[in-house]
């Protein structure tokens, strides 16, 4: 019933499903490897270091650039997991039973912000965050593109959803540090050009092609800037 009421389109067979898994046993299965001394060393990070991202390693050699795809995976503890975990199930679910591409769209943008992270921070980084931001930038622009639509025929949901909205943007902003806030942000941003560029209109909802090719083009570019600046450098 709880499970229901957190995410009612989670399946055993979704993408979102086996994206759970696969952060979860990222989690767990190091413990094997590197026991824990005790309960508080189970609950914090473990170190893998190659899977995590480098930004210094990875902006020098670009050999170790797989690390904006595989630190998408690992978290650096127990909460930042479980909090994720939450996002991943009340947000990206939804958004895989409304269109199931938008899960691969997110962890692209996931990627694509770890790469301007990689660009403007030096550290570790790791976590779905960037890929979970981008699912909430996605659903803000089905929101802003279907709005004639969802106000017709949804008017009380689209009061309640764009208060979540509103108030998923406000948890966004409240960050420990600048650089996660900035993560959070890049992700956001580029789920919105995405969103605006790639998702389908529902039936009867005005369409305006060329503002639909304004948004893939920006999405294409914000895809090729930051990749051509890193492998320049």
Same mark, same amino acid.
């Given at each position: 019933?709880?499970?229901?009421?957190?995410?009612?389109?989670?399946?055993?067979?979704?993408?979102?499903?086996?994206?759970?898994?696969?952060?979860?046993?990222?989690?767990?299965?190091?413990?094997?490897?590197?026991?824990?001394?005790?309960?508080?060393?189970?609950?914090?990070?473990?170190?893998?270091?190659?899977?995590?991202?480098?930004?210094?390693?990875?902006?020098?050699?670009?050999?170790?650039?797989?690390?904006?795809?595989?630190?998408?995976?690992?978290?650096?503890?127990?909460?930042?997991?479980?909090?994720?975990?939450? +996002? %991943? #199930?009340? $947000? =990206?679910?939804?958004?895989?039973?409304?269109?199931?591409?938008?899960?691969? *769209?997110? !962890?692209?943008? @996931?990627?694509?912000?770890?790469?301007?992270?990689?660009?403007?921070?030096?550290?570790?980084?790791?976590?779905?965050?960037?890929?979970?931001?981008?699912?909430?930038?996605?659903?803000?622009?089905?929101?802003?593109?279907?709005?004639?639509?969802?106000?017709?025929?949804?008017?009380?949901?689209?009061?309640?959803?764009?208060?979540?909205?509103?108030? +998923? %943007? #406000?948890? $966004? =902003?409240?960050?420990?540090?600048?650089?996660?806030?900035?993560?959070?942000? *890049?992700? !956001?941003?580029? @789920?919105?050009?995405?969103?605006?560029?790639?998702?389908?209109?529902?039936?009867?909802?005005?369409?305006?092609?060329?503002?639909?090719?304004?948004?893939?083009?920006?999405?294409?570019?914000?895809?090729?800037?930051?990749?051509?600046?890193?492998?320049?450098?």
């Amino acid at each position: 019933m709880m499970l229901d009421m957190i995410s009612p389109h989670l399946t055993l067979c979704s993408m979102s499903t086996f994206l759970l898994l696969a952060i979860t046993l990222c989690l767990i299965v190091p413990q094997f490897f590197w026991f824990p001394h005790d309960y508080v060393h189970f609950l914090t990070f473990t170190n893998i270091d190659k899977a995590y991202l480098d930004t210094i390693l990875a902006r020098h050699n670009h050999l170790y650039l797989y690390q904006t795809f595989t630190s998408l995976f690992f978290h650096m503890h127990f909460l930042h997991w479980f909090n994720n975990s939450l +996002m %991943l #199930m009340f $947000m =990206l679910t939804a958004m895989e039973y409304m269109w199931w591409p938008n899960v691969l *769209i997110s !962890l692209l943008a @996931g990627v694509i912000t770890n790469i301007y992270v990689t660009l403007m921070f030096e550290g570790i980084f790791m976590g779905l965050s960037g890929a979970l931001a981008a699912a909430l930038g996605i659903y803000i622009a089905y929101i802003i593109s279907n709005w004639d639509f969802l106000l017709a025929n949804y008017y009380d949901t689209m009061i309640r959803s764009s208060i979540f909205a509103i108030f +998923m %943007l #406000m948890l $966004m =902003l409240v960050s420990n540090n600048r650089k996660s806030t900035s993560l959070h942000f *890049i992700g !956001l941003g580029l @789920g919105v050009l995405f969103g605006m560029g790639l998702l389908p209109r529902h039936v009867n909802t005005p369409t305006q092609s060329y503002l639909s090719m304004v948004f893939k083009v920006l999405s294409l570019i914000s895809i090729a800037v930051p990749v051509i600046i890193i492998m320049a450098t």
